[in-house]
């Protein structure tokens, strides 16, 4: 064997046993909270990104689309044909351009309702609250009352919190957090968003 065979040889036994004492040592299982925050591209992405790999194993899945709700929205034309996924967004769409506090208010609140129904059913594998860092941004909904749900919900269920500026108590309680960073975005070099890629 050559030195470098030897050397690679060593290195990637290293590494097993790393992530086999790792593997050893997680013994917990339980549902996560996951936090996909920060100001780069991904975090919707890749909370449908895992949406898809519930669904894939058969579970049931709740996505709530807090704003944006009623834009254009590729991965969610393709897996709302599975009869596993449910979906609901927020009827005003996209707050900046309603302005108007009472009626986006109203419409977080029926759209929260279902995100308490699906955080109290057991059958519901994986819950999506996407966007809803704003909702609390913008006091539309309170920190408790959100808290509250995510903690009590089964144990066995996991649930996705997507959107920039994720609240400290958020943060805090998660399982998971990523923070997407922005090193560089199409848009500031003034390329629309893409169909297909960006929505
Ligand atoms: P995506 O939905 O692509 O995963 P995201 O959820 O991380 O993005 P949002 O803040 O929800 O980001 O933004 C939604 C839209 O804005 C998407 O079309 C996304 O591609 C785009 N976008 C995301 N990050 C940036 C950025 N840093 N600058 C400009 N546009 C962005
Ligand atoms: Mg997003």
Not at 103 to 109: G, Q, R
Not at 120 to 128: F, G, K, Q, S, T
């Amino acid at each position: 064997m050559s030195d470098r065979q030897q050397r690679h040889q060593q290195a990637m036994q290293k590494l097993k046993s790393h992530v086999d004492e790792k593997v050893a040592t997680a013994t917990e299982q339980r549902g996560l909270l996951l936090v996909f925050t920060g100001n780069g591209k991904g975090k919707t992405t890749a909370a449908w990104g895992t949406v898809t790999r519930a669904l894939g194993y058969g579970y049931r899945v709740g996505v709530i689309q807090f704003i944006k709700g009623l834009w254009e929205c590729g991965e969610r034309e393709r897996l709302i044909e599975d009869p596993q996924l449910e979906v609901h967004v927020m009827a005003t769409g996209f707050t900046w351009d309603t302005q108007n506090r009472d009626s986006d208010t109203a419409a977080c609140f029926e759209v929260w309702r279902e995100a308490e129904r699906l955080l109290a059913d057991p059958e519901i594998y994986l819950v999506v609250l996407d966007e809803i860092t704003y909702m609390l941004k913008f006091g539309y909904l309170d920190i408790d009352t959100v808290k509250r749900a995510i903690a009590d919900r089964p144990p066995e269920q996991s649930v996705i919190v997507t959107g920039r500026n994720a609240h400290r108590e958020l943060v805090e309680m998660a399982d998971t957090v990523t923070e997407m960073q922005d090193t560089r975005h199409a848009f500031d070099a003034g390329i629309q968003a893409r169909r297909g890629i960006d929505y």
